[in-house]
C-alpha cells in the first residue's frame, strides 16, 4: 500500500501552497458558523455547550486528515444529537446523572466509530447506496419535529417531565398551557422571529443563527433575565478538548450496539450523501472506502478528547464550498479558529439563554424538513411514499433505529420486489419493416416458427419463479420451437438463474428447436462461463448481433412450413421466396 493511500493528506497538502488564502477565509467563515451551532446540537443531544465544542474542535481534523473529500466539514449534526439522546437517555437521565450520561456518549462514539472504520477497511463503501433517498428524507424530517417539540418545555418556560415522548410532550404542553412564563416565550418567539428575519438579508443570511444568539443574550443581559425567570446555559469551561480514556465496560457497549450500528449507518449515508452533492459542483473524483475510514477514525480519536459522535454537515460543507474553499485545509483552521475562540471568549456564552436556543433549534428542526423532496415523493411514485411515511412515523413513535431500520427494510423489500418482475417483451416486424415490442404497435407481426422476446432484469434467484413461468407457457401453448432472447437488457445472471437457464435451453433443444441469446453482457455470461453452462448450453448459440443470429436460426426452420408462410419476416424469408419464384 503506497503511502499516499495511507496518509491521503499527502495527496492534497502540496496543493496548499497556492491555495492556502482561499482556505484561510473558508475556514475563518467556517468558526463563526460553527459557534452557534455546536451550543445548540449539544443541548440536542442532552450535553453540556462545551461538548459540542470539543466536537466541533478534534473531528474535523481528522476527518479532513483522512477522508476524502476536499470540501466535506465533519462535526456534531442536529440527526447524530438527536439519536445519541434517544439511545443514551433510555439507560440514563442527563438531568439526573450526567456524568453517566457523559461517560455513555462517549463510549457511543468510539463504537460508532469502530463500526465506520471497519466498514472502511473491508470495502463496504457501496452499501450506502441500498439506503434509499426516501429514508433519509422521512428520517430527517422526523427528527426535525422531534428536535421542535423537545425544545418546546424552553420556549414556554414549562417544566416537561424528562424522557417524554412526541406524543406525552404534546399532551402535556396542552394540559399545562396555562404555567407558560411570557418573558421565557416571548424571548424563544423574538430570537426565532429574528433569525428568520436574518436568513433573508442576502449579505448576513450565513450569520442568521449567531446574530439572533447574540442580539437576545444582551437583551436578556439588558432586562436582567434571572429576575423573570430566563435561564442561561450556565458556564463555559475555557479550555481545550481534555485527553480522557473512555469508560470501556462491556456490559454498557453491549447495551449500546444496536444505538451505535444505527449511528454508523446513518452517519456514513450522511456524509457521504453530503459528500457527492457538493462533488457534483467541485467535479471531485470521491472514494467510499475513505470516507467510511476518515468518519471512523475521527470519531475513535475525538473520544478520547471528551467527543461526542460526530458526522458530516451539510450546512458547513455547503458554506465551505461557497466560501471558496479548494482543500480540508479549510476544516482543519475552522477546527483551530474554535479552539482559539474557547480560550478568549469562552465565558461569555455562558449569557446565552436557554429560550434564545430553543428559538434558534425550533428553526433548526425545521431546516431539516425537506418540503421540496417531500413534494417530490409524493408525486412519483406510492412505493417512496410508503418508504417515506414508515420512517417518518417509525421516527415519531418508535425508537430512532427501529424507524431507520424500518424504512431501509421496507425500501430493499420494495426494490427487490420490483427486481424480481423483469419485464419481458414479444417483438416482430411492423410495416415500416422495423423490429418493435408488439404492445407498441399493433400492425407488427411475429415469425411462426421463431419467437423473439427481450428481457429487461437480470435472472437471479429471486426472479427465476417469474421468468420460469411465462417461459413454461411459452414451451407449453405456442407452436415456436426456437426462441430468440435479446440479452442486452440482463444486467446479471447468478448461479440460480445459471441453473434455471442451462436446463430451460435442453428443454427447448430436446424437442428439436431452442434457446438463442443476442447481445448477452460479458458480466452476464461471468457465471455461465466459470460453471461451465456455457458448454452444456452451446457456445455457439450466443450472438453479438441479431442479423447473424437470424440468418443462422433460419437455417435450422421447417422449410415446409417456410414455403407456405406468408408473414416473411425476416430478408432471409424474402430471399427464400425469390428462389422458389
Known amino acids: 500500500m503506497s503511502l499516499k493511500k495511507l496518509f491521503p493528506f499527502l495527496v492534497w497538502l502540496p496543493l496548499t501552497k497556492k491555495t492556502w488564502k482561499d482556505d484561510l477565509i473558508a475556514g475563518i467563515t467556517g468558526t463563526i458558523i460553527v459557534i452557534p451551532q455546536a451550543v445548540a446540537f449539544a443541548m440536542i443531544a442532552g450535553l453540556p455547550p462545551v461538548?459540542?465544542?470539543?466536537?466541533?474542535?478534534?473531528?474535523?481534523?481528522?476527518a479532513a486528515l483522512f477522508g476524502s473529500s476536499y470540501h466535506l466539514i465533519s462535526g456534531p449534526t442536529t440527526t447524530g444529537a438527536i439519536v445519541v439522546f434517544a439511545v443514551i437517555s433510555k439507560f440514563v437521565s442527563p438531568e439526573t446523572e450526567l456524568e453517566a450520561f457523559i461517560s455513555l456518549t462517549i463510549v457511543?462514539?468510539?463504537?460508532?466509530g469502530l463500526i465506520k472504520?471497519?466498514?472502511g477497511l473491508f470495502k463496504m463503501g457501496k452499501l450506502v447506496n441500498f439506503v434509499s433517498h426516501s429514508v433519509i428524507i422521512g428520517f430527517a424530517a422526523g427528527a426535525g419535529i422531534l428536535i421542535a417539540f423537545k425544545q418546546l418545555k424552553h420556549v414556554f418556560g414549562i417544566e416537561v417531565p424528562q424522557g417524554s415522548s412526541f406524543y406525552e410532550i404534546i399532551n402535556y404542553i396542552i394540559v399545562h398551557i396555562q404555567e407558560t412564563n411570557f418573558y421565557v416565550l416571548g424571548v424563544a418567539s423574538g430570537t426565532l422571529l429574528l433569525a428568520f428575519l436574518i436568513k433573508k438579508i442576502k449579505y448576513i443570511s450565513k450569520l442568521y443563527m449567531l446574530i439572533a444568539m447574540i442580539s437576545s443574550s444582551l437583551l436578556v443581559v439588558f432586562l436582567g433575565g434571572d429576575l423573570y425567570g430566563i435561564e442561561t446555559i450556565g458556564n463555559v469551561p475555557s479550555n481545550l478538548p481534555p485527553f480522557k480514556i473512555p469508560d470501556f465496560n462491556l456490559e454498557d457497549m453491549r447495551l449500546l450496539t444496536v444505538g451505535a450500528i444505527t449511528l454508523a449507518l446513518?452517519?456514513?449515508?450522511?456524509?457521504?450523501t453530503i459528500a457527492r452533492s457538493v462533488a457534483l459542483h467541485s467535479h471531485q473524483k470521491l472514494d467510499n472506502n475513505q470516507e467510511f475510514i476518515g468518519q471512523g477514525l475521527s470519531n475513535i480519536i475525538s473520544s478520547f478528547f471528551s467527543s461526542y459522535v460526530s458526522s458530516g454537515s451539510f450546512t458547513r460543507s455547503g458554506i465551505n464550498y461557497q466560501a471558496g474553499a479548494k482543500t480540508p485545509l479549510s476544516a482543519i483552521v475552522s477546527a483551530v479558529g474554535l479552539m482559539l475562540v474557547v480560550l478568549f471568549f469562552a465565558k461569555y456564552a455562558s449569557f446565552l439563554p436557554k429560550p434564545a436556543m430553543g428559538g434558534i433549534i425550533l428553526l433548526v428542526g425545521y431546516n431539516l424538513i425537506d418540503f421540496h423532496h417531500i413534494r417530490k415523493i409524493v408525486k412519483s411514485s406510492k412505493r417512496e411514499i410508503t418508504v417515506f411515511m414508515v420512517t417518518l412515523l417509525g421516527t415519531l413513535f418508535l425508537e430512532l433505529e427501529t424507524a431507520l431500520f424500518s424504512g431501509i427494510l421496507i425500501s430493499l423489500f420494495f426494490y427487490l420486489e420490483k427486481t424480481s418482475k423483469p419485464n419481458i417483451a414479444v417483438f416482430g416486424k411492423n410495416e415500416k419493416e422495423k423490429f418493435i415490442n408488439i404492445i407498441r404497435d399493433k400492425t407488427a407481426v411475429e415469425c411462426p416458427q421463431l419467437k423473439i422476446i427481450r428481457v429487461d432484469g437480470s435472472m437471479y434467484f429471486g426472479a427465476i419463479n417469474v421468468i420460469s413461468n411465462y417461459f413454461a407457457n411459452l414451451y407449453d401453448f405456442t407452436e415456436e420451437k426456437h426462441l430468440l432472447i435479446l440479452a442486452n437488457g440482463i444486467n446479471f445472471i447468478d448461479l440460480a438463474g445459471a441453473e434455471w437457464l442451462t436446463q430451460e435451453v435442453l428443454k427447448w433443444q430436446k424437442r428439436g428447436g431452442g434457446i438463442y441469446f443476442v447481445g448477452l453482457k460479458i458480466i452476464s455470461?461471468?457465471?455461465?462461463?466459470?460453471?461451465g453452462f456455457s458448454h452444456t448450453i452451446g457456445q455457439e448459440n450466443f450472438f453479438v448481433d441479431k442479423n447473424s443470429a437470424i440468418a443462422t436460426i433460419f437455417n435450422k426452420l421447417n422449410k415446409d412450413k417456410c414455403a407456405i408462410?406468408?408473414?416473411?419476416?425476416?430478408?432471409?424469408?424474402k430471399n427464400k421466396e425469390n428462389e422458389i419464384n
Do not use: H, W
Request: include cysteine; hydrophobic fraction near 55%.
Open 51 to 62: 461538548y459540542g465544542f470539543y466536537t466541533a474542535m478534534v473531528t474535523p481534523i481528522i
Open 108 to 112: 457511543l462514539s468510539f463504537m460508532a
Open 117 to 119: 472504520l471497519l466498514m
Open 266 to 272: 446513518l452517519g456514513l449515508v450522511e456524509a457521504v
Open 525 to 531: 455470461q461471468d457465471v455461465l462461463r466459470k460453471g
Open 565 to 573: 408462410c406468408k408473414v416473411n419476416l425476416f430478408s432471409e424469408c
